[in-house]
Every structure is written in C-alpha cells, then in structure tokens.
C-alpha cells in the first residue's frame, strides 16, 4: 500500500506514466476478473477494465487516502461502469465457480446459467446502490464490511439490503432460487 500511494503521488505531481502503469499492472488482472465475471466475454471484460482504469487515472485528483483505500475507491468506481455498462447493452453473465461461494443454497443454485440471466435481469432493473452491494458481494466476494466502506453506508444497511434481495429473488424465482 506504501508502494501505491508513492505512486498516486508521482503521478498527481508529475504526470508519471511509469507510476500509472504500475498502479494499474498491480489492480488490472483483480478488475478484469470482476468483470469478466459479469460480462463472460474477454472483449467486453477488457473495454470495461479498459474504462474503469481510464475513469480512475482521469478522476486521481478527487481521491481521497483518508475516506478510502485506492483499491476501495476503485471498486466503487468498477461497479458504477459495470451499471452503466448492462445500462448501455445487455451483458451475458458467466457461472460463479462453486468453491468461491458459501452462502445459502439460494448461491448455489446461481452456477445455473439461464437463472443467473434472469436474476441479472431482475437486478439491472434496480436501484444502482442495490445493484452495487450485489454486484460487490457476488462477483467480487466482498465482505459486508468492504462493502460497505467501498459504498460509503452503514454495514448493518448493506446487510439489510443484500438480504431483502436475496429474499425478493427467492420470492421471484421461486424453487429455483
């Protein structure tokens, strides 16, 4: 972390591209799994990491070290491009690998890729804030904790919404959820 922040600095006061470079070598292969695990596509996967590393270097100057962690700050940055992202296009989503996941038997029944495309659907169509607490503890594997530092909202909230969704697909999907 020491390493990054040197690097956020050089590049804030001198325009380094060698420090950009770095930051984005050390993040890049986290973020194309973020998104590749919601898009299924290595072209789509590759513009959308393309486009959140460009957002992040653009938006440096407003980072703030105190509020967030870079890698938190970048995060919530992936998960409002990936939103705008299925906003512009729909994405087709890939299975999540059983062993990354151990909640409820309503995740497991997410390795079905045909529901997985309808509960995608059904959670486009909400709240981008509900969409990101999804997204993060799905396809990232966040804690609610991380979640809820990367969204700037009480822990307790996150994990409220998180399960009222949950609830809300197992009500949509019935069985299959």
């Not at 919601?38 to 100057?61: C, K």
């Not at 512009?88 to 989503?93: A, D, F, G, I, N």
Request: one cysteine or more; proline letters at 2%; hydrophobic letters at 40%.
């Amino acid at each position: 972390m020491k390493q990054e922040n040197k690097w956020i600095k050089e590049i804030l006061r001198h325009g380094s591209k060698e420090a950009a470079d770095q930051l984005v070598r050390a993040y890049y292969d986290e973020i194309y799994v973020f998104a590749y695990r919601q898009t299924g596509s290595r072209e789509d996967s590759q513009d959308l990491t393309q486009e959140i590393f460009i957002a992040a270097l653009q938006s440096l100057p407003v980072f703030n070290i105190e509020k967030a962690s870079f890698r938190t700050w970048l995060y919530r940055i992936a998960a409002h491009k990936i939103i705008d992202a299925r906003r512009r296009v729909k994405l087709v989503t890939v299975p999540i690998d059983e062993e990354s996941f151990s909640e409820e038997d309503f995740v497991t029944n997410l390795l079905d890729k045909d529901l997985l495309n309808q509960i995608e659907e059904y959670v486009c169509a909400l709240d981008p804030e509900l969409q990101t607490v999804f997204r993060l503890r799905i396809y990232a594997e966040y804690s609610f904790p991380e979640i809820a530092q990367i969204s700037g909202q009480a822990e307790e909230k996150v994990k409220a919404q998180y399960y009222r969704l949950v609830k809300r697909l197992k009500k949509e999907f019935g069985s299959h959820a």
